[in-house]
């Protein structure tokens, strides 16, 4: 006890003054103001990983990576994703050819996307099949002219599995009647739920019929999985840079996608900074809690100084009490923080079923989502609790350079 007498006195301090109600109102209110901040803090920071996270995992997870195109087509696609997937940075590669189009069902009229996929090799670089919600990929068979789509397109269309619609493309065909759209109707046989705007207007086909569509007869596109998504420039460099085939030009997620997660991390660094602030200034506000402490524990700093402790022992006591209220604080507002971040997805959609807010129609998801990281757990502990150890400087201070005469005379 003896040599751990300052941080004694320092927690006799801090629950003293709880359990004897010394703390005013304001110094409850600031230091509430304290928790408040972290909290919020740690809550933005978690919805933004969300946002981060599914941007990543759902919509890249569907879209491709990176699509490679020849000049002319493939002769041999095979061979050509081989050779693709023989570079370290790329895990999977499958044939690939996409349109635009107009949806139509039961009188209804929706622009779409479509994509022509292999669902053999489609599994090795999509994860759509993880989110169907019914019949299976493998439906799509090569002239049978099935389709997947997204439940979102299909409530849209007021359709469902079975159910047919045409696919309307934009390129007319001379007839006697003179130039008129050329159409072909697709059954559905597949339903899949992905959660962001891929569920709003995208169609999977096979690309034997997506070639019919289009009038081509050879691959003109592979498609990649990447190892690193943020690689994915120099890797699609190196192989289009490959001399063993010719004509080669390429497209990365970056083009369509990228700048919608620079923006993600921008505002992500914005935020941390600007409620960092507001972390700053409730920290600070403590120093009114323990400008208080220090007023109310005169007679005890004289007492002290009178028995011998030094000035610096007085500074430490009383920097020991303000890391005891800032940390008491600090995981207060990390605790609500984490709790409120790890149910914010089910209060948002509650509170938007309830209300028919839809927030999120928007969006590129169309629900509020949230991860909380351990690493932003502990920044946001270390960096608040710094603050709060700066905030506590001058009331220390203040305590150590007090004069114990003058404290003990006015003594009752």
């Not at 008129?180 to 096979?206: C, H, M, W, Y």
């Not at 596109?221 to 030009?249: C, E, N, Q």
């Not at 400008?291 to 022992?313: F, H, N, Q, W, Y």
């Not at 960096?383 to 905030?391: D, Q």
Request: with cysteine; hydrophobic share 50%; proline share 3%.
């Amino acid at each position: 006890m003896k040599s751990n007498w300052r941080w004694a006195i320092a927690l006799r301090y801090t629950i003293s003054s709880a359990s004897d109600q010394l703390v005013s109102f304001m110094s409850l209110i600031s230091i509430s103001g304290l928790v408040l901040g972290v909290a919020v803090l740690m809550l933005v920071l978690s919805v933004m990983n969300g946002f981060e996270r599914e941007l990543r995992v759902r919509v890249l997870g569907v879209l491709p990576h990176g699509v490679v195109f020849r000049d002319g087509g493939y002769d041999d696609w095979r061979a050509a994703a081989a050779r693709f997937v023989s570079h370290p940075g790329v895990v999977a590669a499958a044939p690939f050819a996409e349109g635009s189009g107009l949806a139509v069902a039961n009188d209804h009229v929706a622009g779409v996307r479509f994509y022509g996929i292999e669902p053999a090799e489609e599994k090795q670089i999509s994860i759509v099949d993880r989110f169907l919600v019914a019949g299976s990929l493998a439906t799509l068979e090569p002239g049978r002219f099935r389709v997947a789509l997204g439940t979102e397109l299909a409530r849209k269309l007021g359709v469902g599995l079975g159910d047919r619609i045409t696919l309307v493309l934009p390129d007319a065909q001379l007839t006697l009647a003179g130039p008129l759209p050329r159409t072909r109707r697709f059954e559905i046989s597949a339903l899949f739920e992905v959660g962001s705007d891929v569920d709003k207007g995208q169609l999977l086909i096979n690309i034997d019929d997506a070639n019919r569509l289009r009038r081509v007869r050879r691959i003109d596109a592979i498609r990649l999985k990447l190892v690193d998504l943020f690689d994915a420039p120099r890797v699609l460099t190196d192989i289009t840079m490959d001399s063993s085939i010719t004509g080669l030009y390429a497209t990365s997620w970056m083009r369509r996608y990228g700048n919608l997660y620079d923006a993600i991390e921008v505002q992500k660094s914005t935020m941390f900074l600007l409620l960092l602030m507001l972390v700053a200034v409730a920290a600070f506000n403590v120093v009114s809690n323990l400008v208080m402490t220090v007023d109310d524990k005169r007679e005890d700093i004289a007492i002290l100084r009178t028995l011998g402790a030094s000035p610096l022992s007085i500074l430490t006591i009383f920097i020991m009490h303000g890391a005891l209220v800032g940390a008491i604080g600090v995981l207060a507002g990390v605790a609500i923080g984490v709790l409120l971040a790890t149910y914010v997805s089910e209060i948002y959609q509650a509170v938007d079923h309830w209300l028919s807010l839809g927030l999120m129609d928007e969006y590129f998801i169309h629900y509020l989502p949230s991860d909380v990281s351990a690493g932003d757990v502990v920044t946001v502990s270390v960096v608040s609790m710094v603050i709060c150890l700066i905030a506590t400087l001058y009331p220390a201070y203040k305590a150590a350079t007090s004069h114990p005469v003058e404290a003990l005379q006015y003594e009752a």
